[in-house]
């Protein structure tokens, strides 16, 4: 096995073992802390597919943003009321959900006919990225500052609920 | 490329094996009778020294710790939205400025509602 | 043998389903979203999979990167879908003392 192999399968094992720790633990604090776990392994196969940009990306933004969003949420309700992330009357539906996509998106991929590496891939060099998200995408990039604007605006009403003047 | 990142995960498995190691030391020195045991209560205590621990961890926080963690997030996103523009500021030019500046701008509203509506203070 | 697009592939369809699961089974507002979460990463993955084996050997750099910057997008809707859902999760929790989301049935008949 050549060692792109060997980092896949680990790097893929952590990351569904992360994913199945975050479903299966009983703690909702355990769970996000599996998330994080799944997210950073998510981090390292973006290193894998060369996308070096992306992968700093998702340790600062999931890695830290989100997940810290996530365990404030749970500080701040009183988790205590409800410590155990239950699987609720819908879980027979769900397995069947999810089991009959996995085996669908599975056989998808493997019965279509892909293509290989068809030339050596290089790196998406940051200065690339950087001229294509201002030159080529510049307008989805203001529409991004207005999404987080509204989002920051929205969230900060909402969690003001009616207190204050 | 990927080899660069050999030395990142060089140091990954030197701070997994650092605190495992430690652990796994101490635990085997302990079945050796090499390290000595004598448990005492305040030995157990979470934090030996300083305040006496009261209640458990669980308790409900004031919310208005969301508003921070809220701005964090927003204002994370930001800064990786401004790394590509920084590698990139000679080639990007003026057109590139002007997005960015209006990006900025953008945000820079939701910073000031923030503060108006007073989610940076304590109250 | 070598690590192919289908490897990546049904990686992302293994996290997408783990997701898809715990979206739907979870009763825990906060654990549904984590499963949204682990949905989005799996698109990504798939994303970015997808832009490093490129389907058609005449794409251009330029068309490689819309893979790379579409998936900057989906990080920031998801981040900023966070905030606003935390938010919310605190809201109804307030109003209704639980984050249940079988017990948020105030729309029932």
């Not at chain 1, 056989?107 to 790196?123: F, K, N, Q």
């Not at chain 2, 969301?66 to 990786?80: G, N």
Request: aromatic letters at 12%; glycine letters at 6%.
């Amino acid at each position: 096995m050549s060692y792109e192999e060997v980092i896949f399968y680990f790097v893929a094992a952590v990351t569904v073992l992360g994913a199945l720790g975050v479903v299966l633990t009983r703690n909702v604090v355990h769970s996000a802390l599996f998330l994080i776990l799944a997210l950073l392994a998510v981090a390292g196969v973006f290193i894998l597919l060369s996308a070096e940009f992306l992968a700093i990306v998702q340790i600062l933004i999931y890695g830290g943003a989100v997940t810290i969003l996530i365990l404030f949420v749970m500080m701040l309700t009183r988790v205590r009321d409800m410590p155990q992330a239950l699987d609720g009357p819908q879980r027979p539906f769900a397995a069947l959900a999810a089991g009959a996509f996995l085996v669908l998106s599975v056989l998808a991929a493997l019965s279509s006919d892909w293509p290989g590496e068809t030339r050596e891939i290089t790196v998406v060099p940051f200065r690339e990225m950087g001229e294509a998200l201002f030159r080529d995408w510049a307008v989805p990039f203001e529409v991004a500052s207005l999404v987080l604007l509204v989002a920051l605006i929205g969230a900060i009403v909402l969690a003001r609920g009616e207190e204050g003047e | 490329m990927l080899s660069d990142w050999g030395h990142v995960g060089f140091l990954l498995l030197l701070a997994l094996v650092f605190p495992v190691g430690g652990i796994a030391s101490s635990w085997m020195l302990g079945l050796l009778k090499i390290r000595p045991q004598a448990p005492d209560p305040i030995k157990e205590d979470i934090f030996e020294c300083g305040v006496e621990t009261e209640g458990t961890a669980w308790v409900q926080f004031n919310f208005r710790y969301y508003y921070y963690a809220l701005l964090f997030v927003i204002f994370d996103v930001e800064a990786v939205f401004l790394y590509p523009w920084a590698v990139s500021l000679d080639e990007a030019s003026v057109t590139g400025f002007i997005a960015v500046v209006t990006f900025i701008v953008i945000l820079t509203i939701g910073l000031a509602y923030a503060w108006r509506k007073k989610a940076l203070e304590w109250l | 043998m070598a690590i192919e697009l289908e490897h990546y592939l049904i990686l992302g369809a293994l996290l997408f389903s783990i997701g898809l699961y715990m979206a739907l089974a979870k009763r825990n507002f906060v654990g549904v979203l984590m499963g949204i979460e682990m949905m989005f990463n799996a698109v990504n993955l798939t994303f970015i999979a997808f832009s490093r084996f490129p389907r058609f050997a005449d794409m251009t750099d330029a068309e490689r990167l819309s893979g790379h910057v579409f998936v900057i997008f989906v990080i920031t809707v998801a981040a900023a879908e966070a905030a606003v859902a935390l938010a919310l999760a605190m809201l109804v929790y307030r109003n209704r003392e639980t984050i249940d989301v079988d017990r948020m049935d105030l729309l029932k008949w």
